[in-house]
Protein backbone atom coordinates (compact mmCIF):
# COMPACT_ATOMS: atom_id res chain seq x y z
CA UNK A 1 0.00 0.00 0.00
CA UNK A 2 1.09 3.32 -0.84
CA UNK A 3 1.19 6.15 1.40
CA UNK A 4 1.27 10.00 -0.01
CA UNK A 5 1.59 11.78 3.38
CA UNK A 6 3.00 11.37 6.63
CA UNK A 7 0.20 11.17 9.35
CA UNK A 8 -2.10 12.43 6.66
CA UNK A 9 -0.44 15.46 6.35
CA UNK A 10 1.63 16.35 2.73
CA UNK A 11 4.90 17.61 3.34
CA UNK A 12 5.81 21.40 3.42
CA UNK A 13 6.01 22.87 0.47
CA UNK A 14 9.52 24.74 0.22
CA UNK A 15 9.22 28.63 0.45
CA UNK A 16 12.77 29.42 1.64
CA UNK A 17 16.80 28.91 -0.01
CA UNK A 18 19.93 29.53 1.94
CA UNK A 19 22.74 29.79 0.50
CA UNK A 20 26.53 31.56 0.75
CA UNK A 21 27.38 33.53 -2.28
CA UNK A 22 30.05 35.72 -3.80
CA UNK A 23 28.13 39.03 -5.41
CA UNK A 24 30.09 41.39 -7.52
CA UNK A 25 29.93 45.24 -6.46
CA UNK A 26 27.43 47.06 -8.11
CA UNK A 27 29.09 48.49 -11.09
CA UNK A 28 30.07 45.24 -12.24
CA UNK A 29 27.33 44.02 -11.76
CA UNK A 30 25.59 46.74 -13.90
CA UNK A 31 28.51 45.37 -17.00
CA UNK A 32 27.67 41.65 -15.93
CA UNK A 33 23.87 42.57 -16.97
CA UNK A 34 24.63 44.48 -19.80
CA UNK A 35 26.82 41.71 -21.50
CA UNK A 36 23.42 39.50 -20.41
CA UNK A 37 21.26 41.91 -22.30
CA UNK A 38 23.81 41.75 -25.47
CA UNK A 39 24.25 38.45 -25.36
CA UNK A 40 20.21 37.89 -25.07
CA UNK A 41 20.11 39.63 -28.43
CA UNK A 42 23.27 38.07 -30.17
CA UNK A 43 22.52 34.65 -29.97
CA UNK A 44 18.58 34.37 -29.78
CA UNK A 45 18.07 34.07 -26.60
CA UNK A 46 14.25 34.64 -24.73
CA UNK A 47 15.00 33.84 -21.12
CA UNK A 48 14.40 36.94 -19.32
CA UNK A 49 17.49 38.15 -17.38
CA UNK A 50 18.39 37.85 -13.63
CA UNK A 51 18.09 40.50 -11.53
CA UNK A 52 21.08 42.77 -11.48
CA UNK A 53 20.98 42.70 -7.77
CA UNK A 54 20.54 38.62 -8.24
CA UNK A 55 24.08 37.85 -9.86
CA UNK A 56 25.93 36.17 -7.47
CA UNK A 57 28.22 33.22 -7.49
CA UNK A 58 26.83 30.30 -5.56
CA UNK A 59 29.83 29.14 -3.35
CA UNK A 60 27.19 26.67 -1.02
CA UNK A 61 23.67 25.65 -1.11
CA UNK A 62 22.16 25.01 2.78
CA UNK A 63 18.65 23.51 1.71
CA UNK A 64 15.71 24.69 1.02
CA UNK A 65 12.96 24.81 3.63
CA UNK A 66 9.38 25.34 4.68
CA UNK A 67 9.78 28.63 6.68
CA UNK A 68 13.20 30.07 7.58
CA UNK A 69 14.89 27.52 9.76
CA UNK A 70 16.62 30.48 12.48
CA UNK A 71 18.76 27.51 13.98
CA UNK A 72 20.59 26.79 10.41
CA UNK A 73 20.99 30.08 9.75
CA UNK A 74 23.13 30.83 13.15
CA UNK A 75 24.60 27.87 12.88
CA UNK A 76 25.69 28.88 9.23
CA UNK A 77 26.68 32.44 10.44
CA UNK A 78 28.97 30.93 12.96
CA UNK A 79 30.79 28.30 10.29
CA UNK A 80 31.54 31.50 8.07
CA UNK A 81 32.43 33.95 11.14
CA UNK A 82 35.63 31.52 11.50
CA UNK A 83 36.89 31.47 7.87
CA UNK A 84 40.04 33.18 7.24
CA UNK A 85 41.17 34.20 4.06
CA UNK A 86 42.59 37.10 2.01
CA UNK A 87 40.88 39.14 -0.93
CA UNK A 88 41.29 38.20 -3.89
CA UNK A 89 41.01 38.80 -7.90
CA UNK A 90 37.50 36.90 -9.25
CA UNK A 91 37.91 36.16 -13.03
CA UNK A 92 35.94 35.17 -15.65
CA UNK A 93 36.30 34.81 -19.44
CA UNK A 94 33.21 32.53 -21.52
CA UNK A 95 29.71 31.96 -21.51
CA UNK A 96 28.14 28.71 -22.13
CA UNK A 97 24.56 26.93 -21.44
CA UNK A 98 24.58 24.20 -18.07
CA UNK A 99 22.15 21.50 -18.93
CA UNK A 100 18.85 22.24 -16.67
CA UNK A 101 15.36 21.19 -16.68
CA UNK A 102 13.64 20.86 -20.57
CA UNK A 103 13.13 24.18 -21.78
CA UNK A 104 15.26 25.93 -18.89
CA UNK A 105 18.86 25.73 -19.51
CA UNK A 106 20.63 28.14 -17.22
CA UNK A 107 22.83 30.37 -19.61
CA UNK A 108 26.18 31.13 -17.55
CA UNK A 109 29.00 33.92 -17.13
CA UNK A 110 31.87 30.94 -16.34
CA UNK A 111 34.87 31.18 -13.78
CA UNK A 112 38.34 31.57 -15.50
CA UNK A 113 41.12 29.04 -14.97
CA UNK A 114 42.93 31.70 -12.92
CA UNK A 115 39.52 31.58 -10.37
CA UNK A 116 41.34 29.76 -8.03
CA UNK A 117 40.50 32.33 -5.38
CA UNK A 118 36.79 31.35 -5.56
CA UNK A 119 37.55 27.10 -5.15
CA UNK A 120 40.02 28.51 -2.06
CA UNK A 121 36.80 30.49 -0.46
CA UNK A 122 34.84 27.05 -1.23
CA UNK A 123 36.60 24.73 0.15
CA UNK A 124 37.58 26.81 3.39
CA UNK A 125 34.14 27.81 4.24
CA UNK A 126 33.04 24.21 2.88
CA UNK A 127 35.25 22.76 5.84
CA UNK A 128 34.14 24.70 7.95
CA UNK A 129 30.41 23.80 7.54
CA UNK A 130 31.32 20.38 7.69
CA UNK A 131 33.05 21.13 11.12
CA UNK A 132 29.40 22.19 12.26
CA UNK A 133 27.76 19.56 10.29
CA UNK A 134 26.12 21.87 7.52
CA UNK A 135 27.40 19.96 5.14
CA UNK A 136 25.51 18.55 1.86
CA UNK A 137 26.58 16.67 -0.95
CA UNK A 138 27.45 18.54 -3.92
CA UNK A 139 28.57 18.77 -7.73
CA UNK A 140 31.99 19.82 -8.41
CA UNK A 141 32.44 23.57 -7.73
CA UNK A 142 32.38 25.56 -11.23
CA UNK A 143 33.05 29.39 -10.33
CA UNK A 144 29.94 30.86 -12.65
CA UNK A 145 27.02 33.69 -12.42
CA UNK A 146 23.83 32.60 -14.05
CA UNK A 147 22.76 35.65 -16.47
CA UNK A 148 19.33 34.18 -17.58
CA UNK A 149 17.33 30.20 -18.49
CA UNK A 150 16.71 29.75 -21.69
CA UNK A 151 15.48 26.92 -23.88
CA UNK A 152 18.47 26.81 -26.28
CA UNK A 153 21.89 25.66 -25.26
CA UNK A 154 24.56 27.72 -25.55
CA UNK A 155 28.26 25.89 -26.55
CA UNK A 156 31.23 27.69 -24.57
CA UNK A 157 32.17 31.08 -26.10
CA UNK A 158 34.78 33.49 -25.09
CA UNK A 159 34.02 36.64 -23.89
CA UNK A 160 36.19 39.67 -22.40
CA UNK A 161 37.25 38.97 -19.27
CA UNK A 162 35.61 40.47 -16.14
CA UNK A 163 37.35 40.62 -13.24
CA UNK A 164 36.10 42.48 -9.61
CA UNK A 165 38.09 42.13 -6.12
CA UNK A 166 36.33 39.61 -4.12
CA UNK A 167 36.05 41.62 -0.35
CA UNK A 168 33.42 39.39 1.35
CA UNK A 169 30.89 36.50 0.93
CA UNK A 170 27.17 36.55 2.17
CA UNK A 171 24.57 34.19 3.28
CA UNK A 172 21.67 34.95 1.43
CA UNK A 173 17.98 34.43 2.33
CA UNK A 174 16.36 33.46 -0.74
CA UNK A 175 12.47 33.79 -0.87
CA UNK A 176 11.02 31.08 -3.17
CA UNK A 177 8.71 32.17 -6.01
CA UNK A 178 9.03 35.86 -5.10
CA UNK A 179 12.46 36.78 -6.57
CA UNK A 180 13.66 38.42 -3.28
CA UNK A 181 16.63 38.29 -2.04
CA UNK A 182 17.59 39.06 2.02
CA UNK A 183 21.34 39.22 2.80
CA UNK A 184 21.56 37.69 6.35
CA UNK A 185 25.42 37.78 7.49
CA UNK A 186 28.22 39.26 5.44
CA UNK A 187 31.44 38.40 6.30
CA UNK A 188 34.83 40.68 5.12
CA UNK A 189 38.27 39.11 4.27
CA UNK A 190 41.30 40.42 4.77
CA UNK A 191 42.86 42.80 2.68
CA UNK A 192 45.21 41.64 0.23
CA UNK A 193 49.08 41.21 0.38
Given at each position: ???????G????????R?????????A?A??????????R???????????????H??????G?????????????C?????V??S?F??????VA???GR??K?P???????????L?????????????A?????????????????D???????P??P????V??F????????R??Y?????W?L????
Amino acid sequence: MHQSSLGGFAAPHPTDRLFFAVMPPPAVAERVASLAGELRQQLRLRGRPRPTGHLHVTLHHLGDFAGLPQQRVDEACAAAASVELSSFEAHFDRVASFRGRAGKHPFVLLGADRATGLAGLYANLGTRLAAAGLARREPAFVPHVTLLYDALTIAPQPIEPFEWTVQEFVLIHSLLGRTEYRVLGRWPLAAGA
